[in-house]
């Protein structure tokens, strides 16, 4: 009969013993780790853990609209070059646990958004959410055999609001109110959907208060490659395409940018990329057609 593995101490590598004594439920990690994908390969131990790196957080309206990768259904491949890690290579796993009354247990391994699986919960009893990212890491093979080298688990353990938990946290907030990505809108989700026609409500505003009125006129005459126009402390970004007369515009401001490319002849703007705040992403292109009609200083792009 074949020999049981069994759980390793609590001795977690990479595991800080201020973690463990605030949350004492960390200790069955390597247990429930040995019941998630991506296992490890045959012939190393199902609880296998070489590392545990959590963080604390607090919890905000984005993890109500925190979603998986896009396509991401079990499990992903991930390129060390992108981590920093040269020469090896993942499979990576999401999970979503809940900790009730000091019990960690698993929730959920595949959804759309956070919120939509909320719904299925009482809240009363969670006292915190823990993200978990399982990561099975190997030598990307050349001529050899791919080599497993270890398996991580970094955790993210997001602690409640003060006023009204978890509970009120998904009652009122809304995706408009979170940091939007061109990543997290893509999908056919209700929500998705309606931030993405405000988006194109604001290209039409360009259309009407930008290119109509000058830019356009500008472009054709004066930007061969692209350029970028200052606005106050807006910046506009135009990147020509002469072969299809079309341009990409970019607006950054602060920390948020969004992006409109035109169609043939430099007409009829539509939106293609956002990052930041629905709100501030607003106010930059009312304040960048205000300007506009006032103020241009134009710099050639080298």
């Known amino acids: 009969m074949p020999q049981r593995s069994l759980p390793p101490p609590l001795g977690i590598p990479g595991l800080k013993d201020h973690y463990l004594e605030q949350f004492p439920w960390l200790a069955r990690l390597p247990q429930e780790v040995k019941l998630l994908q991506p296992w490890a390969p045959y012939g190393v131990s199902e609880y296998r853990l070489d590392g545990l790196y959590p963080q604390v957080k607090l919890a905000t309206g984005d993890l109500m609209w925190r979603q998986l990768p896009e396509g991401h259904e079990r499990w992903q491949l991930v390129d060390g070059a992108e981590v920093g890690r040269a020469g090896h290579r993942a ?80 009652r009122s907030t809304c995706f408009s109110d979170v940091h939007l990505t061109t990543e997290s809108l893509r999908g056919v989700h209700p929500e998705k959907v309606a931030i993405k026609l405000f988006l194109q409500r604001l290209a039409d505003q360009l259309n009407q208060g930008l290119l109509e009125v000058g830019l356009q006129k500008l472009i054709q005459e ?13 910046d506009l970004i135009i990147e020509r395409v002469p072969e299809n007369d079309q341009a990409k515009l970019i607006i950054e401001a602060s920390a948020t940018s969004v992006e409109f490319v035109t169609g043939s002849q430099l007409k009829n703007l539509r939106w293609v990329g956002i990052n930041g705040y629905l709100e501030d992403v607003e106010k930059v292109v009312k304040l960048i057609c205000k300007f506009w009609k006032t103020t241009k200083e134009f710099t050639p792009k080298n």
């Open 91 to 170: 499979a990576q796993a999401n999970y979503l646990f809940s900790v009730n009354d000091g019990s960690l247990s698993l929730r959920k391994r595949y959804f759309t958004f956070l919120r939509d699986v909320f719904k299925e919960w009482s809240f009363e009893k969670i006292q915190y959410f823990v993200w978990a990212t399982v990561s099975c890491w190997y030598t990307k093979p050349t001529d050899m055999p791919e080599e497993f080298l270890e398996r991580l688990v970094h955790l993210t353990i997001y602690r409640p609001p003060k006023d009204g938990g978890f509970a009120e946290l998904y």
């Open 222 to 234: 004066t930007m061969i490659r692209g350029g970028t126009v200052v606005l106050g402390d807006i």
